[in-house]
């Protein structure tokens, strides 16, 4: 599996752009960078995914360096409701079945963001 | 809401005891998958399943078993726990592609006594 590596946790202002970086430096060519993030309790939430372009959704952005080796998720303004476990991943294959690739998430223990009011 | 249920929310059983946890999405998935979280660890994935077939297995010990009934229908299956099994249990679930994300249910939330 092609490791990440996360600061363990940040702080961000309310309205405030919070940036979220993340280190893959053993990437392979075929490999998503997913982020997700976790509430208290919850399961993990789905943000963003991408593979060489920088993506935009009404969640938030990700940037993906060239080298693809470290990529940063942004939440544009912050609010206290993002306050979170965010979990930078890489998928990789697990494997193939009758019904074709199968693949799994391994989650890290990922950057615990606190949005301060 | 994910698209994916889970039931029960919260579980509590004695070690002798025989429960199953359930899963459930209409989301026109075919891979479903069984994921652990035990306090102030990462989630590690148990199972992983492809059109009804197993195809990830990751070394979970036997007193776990699931079933797979159908692509939209996911157990696990409890019996003769220990208390170090005591976590929360999610079940995900996404469709065939490599670029595909999985949806998460919120988890059962098992302690065993």
């Known amino acids: 599996d092609a490791k990440t590596t996360q600061p363990p946790s940040m702080d961000c202002a309310e309205g405030r752009a919070a940036n979220l970086p993340c280190n893959h430096s053993?990437?392979?060519?075929?490999?998503?960078v997913y982020w997700y993030r976790q509430i208290h309790s919850q399961g993990p939430q789905y943000i963003i995914h991408g593979l060489k372009n920088n993506e935009t959704n009404e969640m938030a952005s990700l940037i993906i360096t060239e080298d693809r080796k470290s990529s940063t998720l942004i939440l544009p303004h912050a609010t206290l409701r993002d306050t979170a476990v965010y979990y930078c991943i890489v998928r990789v294959a697990v494997g193939t079945g009758s019904g074709g690739s199968n693949y799994k998430l391994t989650f890290g223990k990922g950057t615990l963001l606190t949005v301060n009011p | 809401e994910t698209g994916v249920t889970q039931t029960p929310r919260h579980l509590v059983m004695g070690m002798t005891n025989k429960k199953s946890l359930k899963c459930e999405q209409h989301?026109?998935?075919?891979?479903m998958y069984w994921y652990k979280q035990s306090a102030k660890k990462p989630l590690e994935l148990m199972f992983v399943?492809?059109?009804?077939?197993?195809?990830e297995n990751n070394s979970v010990p036997s007193r776990f078993s699931p079933e797979c009934p159908n692509s939209s229908h996911l157990f696990l299956h409890l019996h003769t726990l220990q208390p170090e099994d005591s976590a929360l249990y999610l079940c995900a679930s996404s469709p065939q592609g490599l670029g595909s994300p999985l949806h998460f249910g919120n988890g059962t939330r098992l302690t065993v006594t």
């Open positions: 399943y492809n059109f009804k077939e197993q195809t």
């Open positions: 989301l026109g998935h075919n891979a």
């Open positions: 053993t990437i392979s060519g075929n490999e998503y």
